[in-house]
């Protein structure tokens, strides 16, 4: 095994320098023209074909991303990059503190956007949550060290690892589910803008809640009225926000599973909702169509569905369902009717969104209005030069 005391160099081609002077910080594993023998997930150097010092990387072993770039500077060491790692997580702690406002559940660590490719932490109330991107978060030294500077800065006392099988298989980490790292509390309620929600780490998509929708759910209830309709609801959050406000609020989930968790969430706020929520179990594309056929007309439609662009290669496919969903929303929409339309898709960008929506809006012969853009919550930070961290498109648009 190669001495982790020893700071490797990695050579990259011409095409990796220009993307960094650019502003990104991966290098693609064809962009890698030597490397010496790493281990995975070494801190490494990296060098232009010149043999420049371009800065420091976290090494992959086994991902098309072979490097993400932690430092513009060369890191001497371990040491050194751990007392990195600290600085940042603890600048991260405190850019939330000035972001983030009635709610104790949000991202504490947002990956490339906070400087910390390849590592996602996240704070529901009493339990903090790792989530490893990247080989050298997945080192047992350095989960520790992450676990011993929660407990510092933010005094966690419950810390678990959540999983992504299909990283874990990518990266060549470690199999396994999710598991404690720190104390035994894995569940928990958690205030969101004044609503409440269960949450269960080890259970659940993602890292367990959408967190990135927090300031898109108080943005949909400050325009909610009437009926309204929430399209792939997960566990609630558009559904329970737009019924302190609406006169009646449907929503659906093709997840039975997911669709139990929000009956619970709405039991938790029944005395600040106006009425009860109708629950529906079913796939999205067939309920709106049926929905549409029969005439049905609401004065509010969320539509917050998964993403239907993993990769640029699903994007005709991804523009075909989104088109279908909102053609199908805008047709059900009374005059002064609001949409609130999101995707989740990287691939998709909001170029390629507005367009598929101003198409939906000729098919269905309505005169549309955007009345916002908005993306993921401030807790998600864009990092400029990393557009993979600008990836939530969240519309508001009215119907006149």
Sequence with gaps: MA????????????????RLRAGHVWIYSSDVISTEAASPGALVHVVSRRGKLLGSALYSSSSQIKLRMISREPIAGEEQFRQLVR?????????????VSNSDGYRLVFSEGDLLPGLVVDRYSDVFTLQVLT???????????????????????????????????????????????????????VNMNGIQFHYDGLAGQKTGAFLDQRENYAAAESYAKGEALDVCTYQGGFALHLARRCEHVTALDISREVLEVAEQNEKLNSGSLKNEVEWIEANAFDLMRDYA?????????????????????????????????????LKMLRPGGVLVTCSCSFAVSEEDFLGVLTEAAQDAHKSVQLIEKRTQSKDHPILLGVPETYYLKCLILRVS
């Design 87 to 99: 600085i940042r997580l603890k600048t991260a702690m405190e850019y939330r503190a000035t972001v």
């Design 3 to 18: 001495d982790r005391s020893a700071i490797l160099k990695v050579t990259i081609a011409d095409r990796a320098v220009g």
């Design 293 to 329: 056929d029969a005439g049905r007309q609401y004065d509010t439609i969320a539509l917050d569905p998964p993403a239907f662009a993993k990769s640029k290669r699903n994007l005709t496919a991804a523009m075909r369902g989104y088109k279908e969903l909102n053609l199908r929303a």
């Design 135 to 189: 080989q050298a978060w997945g080192r047992e030294d350095r989960k520790q060290m992450l676990v011993d500077a929660l407990r510092e800065f933010a005094g966690a006392e419950h810390v678990l690892e959540r999983v992504d099988p299909r990283i874990q298989e990518l990266e060549q980490l470690p199999q396994h589910g999710p598991e404690m790292l720190l104390g035994s509390k894995s569940t928990t309620v």
